[in-house]
Antibody, heavy 120, light 107 residues
Framework: EVQLVESGGGLVQPGGSLRLSCAAS????????MNWVRQAPGKGLEWVSY????????YYADSVKGRFTISRDNAKNSLYLQMNSLRDEDTAVYYC?????????????WGQGTLVTVSS | VIWMTQSPSLLSASTGDRVTISCRMS??????LAWYQQKPGKAPELLIY???TLQSGVPSRFSGSGSGTDFTLTISCLQSEDFATYYC?????????FGQGTKVEIK
């Protein structure tokens, strides 16, 4: 069974940092590209970042470029999001999501999400 | 950036109804479109990819159509478990973008 489990969320002050993790199981993690997608309270979905299976290709949304860093460790079946210089508007539930193998870009599995709250 | 206009934002319907949700792109994306369902407090679930391909395990009452700039999600016979919010998403280019969402509520 495919499982994605996020962790690392919490309350942080504006300007602070947080590192999210996503533990993957039930599939060959190293074969799949991965994403972070977030959802502010009561709002819609916003794609945040993408990383290819080998980490050779990375993309960010403009809203987080230069502040967030996506990475992965295929040996540990884990995906990460380092978030620096956090702002109030980064408050959201953060999901890790797997790209569909036959439709790269469609996300076929999602974690349960981890809540990040940026507030003083 | 490819902008997406999803409509309506709110749809009131009854069990058994046929409902359609529209998603329009600011530029052509061929068939690189996915549809998701999200229930309160839960992660989104993939319903359709490549505009019209049903994801494994998704009931056949869900269908998708369209290509280029105009796409539609249809639920042929609304069931109680279908009351949720639906999102379209393009994966033609980066940044990936989502529609604003359509909440399907009980009439």
């Amino acid at each position: 069974e495919v499982q994605l489990v996020e962790s690392g969320g919490g309350l942080v002050q504006p300007g602070g940092s947080l590192r999210l993790s996503c533990a993957a199981s039930g599939f060959t993690f190293s074969s799949y590209s991965m994403n972070w997608v977030r959802q502010a309270p009561g709002k819609g979905l916003e794609w945040v970042s993408y990383i290819s299976s080998s980490s050779s290709t990375i993309y960010y949304a403009d809203s987080v470029k230069g502040r967030f860093t996506i990475s992965r460790d295929n040996a540990k079946n884990s995906l990460y999001l380092q978030m620096n210089s956090l702002r109030d508007e980064d408050t959201a539930v953060y999901y890790c999501a797997r790209d569909h193998l036959r439709a790269l870009g469609a996300k076929d599995y999602w974690g349960q999400g981890t809540l990040v709250t940026v507030s003083s | 950036v490819i902008w997406m206009t999803q409509s309506p934002s709110l749809l009131s319907a009854s069990t058994g109804d046929r409902v359609t949700i529209s998603c329009r792109m600011s530029q052509g994306i061929s068939s690189y479109l996915a549809w998701y369902q999200q229930k309160p407090g839960k992660a989104p679930e993939l319903l359709i990819y490549a505009a019209s391909t049903l994801q494994s395990g998704v009931p056949s009452r869900f269908s998708g159509s369209g290509s280029g700039t105009d796409f539609t999600l249809t639920i042929s016979c609304l069931q109680s478990e279908d009351f949720a919010t639906y999102y379209c998403q393009q994966y033609y280019s980066f940044p990936r973008t989502f529609g604003q969402g359509t909440k399907v509520e009980i009439k």
